[in-house]
């Protein structure tokens, strides 16, 4: 089972969450500026990347708050998660060798 | 929860372990800031809200903590004090009555424990699960909200919908637990 550490709740099953999607994805001040070619890029384009990639969850059936997560996209593995409107925090060489584990 | 919705028929009585469904009382679900579940709290008499996945009680009604931004109210058939009403009209907020979305059970007999492990990956021993807890998990394919009463007695409730079911996995679970 995997546990996924919810910042108000502890550590939860899995089952308990869903994914929100990309994380630190500002919208764009002010829209009417941006060429149709920027408005896509906010709209649709996200990393995929193969490694590292912070996401927003919500504890869904629990206290249905939304928040942020490290996730390695290869092992499953949590790195840290953390509150809404907080930055994105560093993650030490050790934390990740242990991610990709 | 009136009455006469909440069938006998949910009820789970097996060796060990009984689930008899609850009867009587409103449910409200309060939305709001940290201010505003304080200031609810002191309307209700108590110094302070429930903390996280805490709860407290204040007369005939119980404060739930399910979430920063949600007390989950549990009161008698008159509903809730007239001084909290009073003071939710006062600030922004969202109040629910979802008494009529509510079907719950009291759990209680010597294979409880078994029983909630088998419905449950949650570690609801007392060192991790105190008595006053209470969280919203999921139950097989049910969301629903567990609550410890006491050392031996829980209070679980799910939505309407989800009564036969949950009713279902019940007996199930504690047919495994008795085994
Ligand atoms: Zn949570």
Redesign the pocket.
Known sequence: MLLIR?P??GE?AEVEFSNGGEAHIDRPRDPMSLTDEEWAQYLYMRDNPKGLIAERWR?AH??N?FFNAIRDTRTDRFVVTYEIGQPRPEVTPEQAAEAAR | MSDVSVSNSLAVSRAGFTATPLKGGRRFALQGRKDTLEGAAKAFGLSEAPGMLASAAAGDCTLLRL?PQELFIITGDAGLPEAVTTYLGTVPNSLVEVSERQIGWTLEGEKLRDTLAALSPLDMRERSFPVGMVTRTLFGKADGMVWRTGMDTFHLEVWRSFGPYMSSMMDAAALDAAW
Request: proline share 0%; aromatic share 12%.
């Open positions: 919810c108000y709740c939860r504890h629990g206290c708050r | 979430a």
